[in-house]
Structures are given as C-alpha cells and as structure tokens.
C-alpha cells in the first residue's frame, strides 16, 4: 500500500472537540485617544513649522492604523508637519513600492492617516562609533526634524535578550532598511541579539529621534498598553516593557501535541509566518530549540494574503498544503531568507494536494500512535489561540482546568470532503464556551 494518501481519504481520527482558552484580555478602550493623550502630556520639544517622520512596520499589530493616525494628528496639532516612512528592514520584497504596499494592506493610507507617505529604500549614514557595521538611517527620516518610532514591544521569534522586538530593533533594523538589515543578519543571532541595540543607541545620539510610542498585546492580541517614551529614556524603558509583555504572552494550554494543524501563516501573524515561541521551534542554527512545547509534526494550511506572498517561515512546518505552497512568492521570501541567514526556515516542507492529504501523512508518520490515543490540536493561527480544537485525550486532561473550558459536543474536522471545514463554522458557541 502507498505512503501517500488519496486526495480524498480522509484520515482515521479521534472525536474532537472545541476548546477555550481564558486570558487576561484587559485592554485599552480607545488606543487612537490613549496615543494623543500621552504624547500630549509627554511635553516632547516639537515646533509649529517642523516636519515628522513616523514610522510604520510590517507586522500585524493591533489597531495599527488607528495609533498612527493618532500620531499623525498629535503631530498636526503641534503646527507641523507629519508624514510616514515604511521601516520594515528586507520586508516587502526589500523593494520601496513593495514595502509601501505592506503598510497600506494594514490600512495605513494616505487617505485613511491624512498624510503623505514616503518610501525609499535610500539611507544616510550615521556616525559608527565602536559598534561593528555601518550604521544607516532612512534618507526621508533623516531629512525631517523628528523622528517618532511606533512598534509593538514583544517578545522575539528568532533569539532572546536584553532586547528583542520592539522600539530599539525599530530604530536599529527598520529604519536603517535593507541595507542595516543585511549587515546586522550576516552575524547571525549575535547581531539580533547584540550588535542591535548598540546600533540603536547610535541612532539615539546622532539621529532624530523625538521620541517612542511602545504598544504592548494581551494574550488576546488586543492593544492592552500604550507607553509614550522620549528618546533619552528609550534604552532603559524597554527593558521593563519586554518583560511585561512577556508575562502577557499567550501560550498552547499543553506541551505534549502529536499533530498540530495551522489553519493559516503569514507576515502579519509573525515575523516568520508563526510564532516560533508558541510552536517551540526555533531552526536557528546555533541556537538551542525550545523545550516545550513538544509538537511531534506541524501541518500549515494557508499564507494570508496580508503576505504579499512572502512564505519565510514556512520551513518550520512539517508539511503545507498546496494551496499554501502556490501562493508563496520565491523572490520575495528568498530575499528576506537572505537578509536573516535561517536559511532553514524557507525549506519547503512536504506538499499535500488537500487537507485531508496533508493530515493523513502527518497521521502515517505518527503511525506508532494508536487512534484513539492521538494528541492533535487546531489552531486558527499562532496569534489566535484562544479558541482551539483539540482531540479526545487532550480534552480530558483541559477539562480539569479551571483557566480552559472545554465543550461537551464533539465537532467535526471535515465535512465529507478533503477538506476542512472552515475554523468559522466550528460551534464556539456560548454553550460550548460555558459547557
């Protein structure tokens, strides 16, 4: 008998059933109110007449467009003169048009922010000092008066440290665009990890930084934090808002997953495509891997159209659909592989004509498991994990927990087709919330 499955059987399974997750999901109420009102009283040295630069990543962050807008018109009621600037590293296929698009397909507009955007891949140089690379910054930046830096602070996918993701990477990697991106990647973690920041402070004294507006998520992915900070005290706040941050971080609610279904990876869900310290693999070479969780096998069924068809990241899974696979765009994620050097991590996994496929291979690779005792859990994606579907003995052991609620009905993974049924139509309802 073939290793492969047909397109259309549908693997031997346990019964399923859905699952919540209770978070913390304290948030601000009016994100776009919080940003003004803290960079109102913030009593930052801005000048009737002076033009801004604002940046604008490539991640998915919560209410993004609604906190550059803020910025914006904190900025125009000062009397100046704001505009954007994309700061996203090789992001965007590494390309001005290409990162321009990136941040309008978050909504950032010049309609929807009343201002211009500008984006170039050109950059000035900035005085080097003892760090190790040149040290660049954004041409458009470097020609406004200011400089404010917006970005999530988080926890990162690639390394730990004294700082990850979140302002000091902006100044460091965003804004010094491809060409920073490039001489900080080629030291591999050691340049994350420590010629980053070192570049950051440069930028912080020979720069313009006005100042730093630091948005920290709940596990729910809400905005539950707004920190406006000026430059001088950039350094030392983000160390303490890492940390709050981490102790928010969402997590799995257990270790041991035979199979764990990705129903979608993208760009904006992770800088690649999935959050690496929710699924515990890393691919970094050098870098030790995550003890937990422990996930036998990853099977990833989408890219997200917020991509742009950039699939780094898809490495980290086991097998991919080939709905998946086709809408990877080679180029562009072969230019950000280049720039980070994980070069692991664009590896294409195995490619399964349908879900039903997919699983049945992940099912004969685990063929050592009986049936009714497989660990398997669904997920919409790795930002989203609040609400999951998970096998029989999985939803024994939760229902003991009082943090996860667990529903009494089992549910269905596919609908007599190969393949699944939509994370949408899965009865998350109140009774299988409170079940």
């Not at 009343?114 to 900035?126: H, K, N, P, Q, Y």
């Not at 430059?231 to 102790?247: F, K, P, Q, V």
């Amino acid at each position: 008998m073939s290793l492969i499955p047909s397109n259309d059987a549908i693997p031997d399974l346990p019964e399923f059933f859905p699952v919540v997750q209770q978070f913390d999901d304290s948030c601000c109420a009016d994100v776009g109110r919080e940003v003004y009102s803290r960079l109102a009283a913030a009593d930052l040295p801005l000048r009737a007449g002076q033009t801004v630069a604002v940046t604008v990543g490539s991640r998915g962050i919560a209410n993004l467009a609604v906190a550059v807008k803020a910025a914006a018109d904190w900025v125009k009621s000062r009397g100046a003169t704001p505009f954007l600037v994309p700061a996203m590293g090789s992001h965007g296929g590494g390309t001005a048009t290409g990162q321009r698009e990136v941040i309008e397909g978050y909504g950032v507009t010049e309609a929807a922010i009343g201002c211009a955007i500008r984006s170039s891949m050109e950059v000035v140089t900035l005085p080097q000092g003892d760090v190790e690379v040149p040290v660049y910054f954004d041409r458009h930046a470097a020609g406004a008066d200011h400089t404010l830096v917006l970005n999530r602070i988080k926890v990162h996918t690639d390394f730990h440290g004294p700082y990850e993701s979140g302002l000091m990477k902006m100044m460091a990697i965003g804004l010094g665009k491809h060409a920073q991106a490039m001489e900080i990647h080629r030291h591999g973690v050691t340049g994350m990890r420590d010629i980053m920041p070192r570049v950051a402070r440069q930028v912080l004294r020979h720069g313009n930084v006005l100042a730093g507006i630091g948005l920290i998520e709940n596990a729910c992915e809400h905005t539950a934090e707004v920190h406006v900070i000026p430059a001088g005290d950039i350094e030392r706040r983000e160390l303490e808002l890492i940390e709050r941050s981490r102790r928010l971080m969402p997590r799995l609610p257990v270790d041991a997953i035979d199979i764990l279904i990705v129903d979608e990876i993208g760009k904006n869900i992770s800088g690649v495509c999935m959050d690496t310290n929710i699924i515990g693999r890393l691919y970094v070479d050098g870098q030790e891997e995550p003890c937990t969780p422990r996930i036998n096998k990853i099977m990833a069924r989408r890219l997200t159209e917020a991509s742009h068809g950039n699939g780094l990241g898809v490495g980290l899974a086991d097998v991919v659909t080939r709905r998946l696979a086709d809408a990877i765009d080679w180029p562009a994620t072969y230019e950000n592989i280049f720039t980070s050097t994980f070069v692991r991590r664009g590896f294409l996994p195995i490619v399964m004509e349908t879900d039903a496929q997919a699983l049945g291979f992940c099912r004969r690779v685990v063929r050592a498991i009986p049936t009714k005792d497989l660990r398997i859990m669904r997920i919409r994606n790795t930002l989203e994990i609040r609400e999951l579907v998970v096998s029989e003995p999985i939803a024994w052991e939760l229902r003991e927990r009082t943090n996860v609620q667990v529903g009494l009905a089992p549910v269905s993974l596919f609908n007599r087709t190969p393949e699944m049924t939509e994370f949408s139509e899965i009865a998350f309802n109140e009774r299988a919330r409170h079940a």
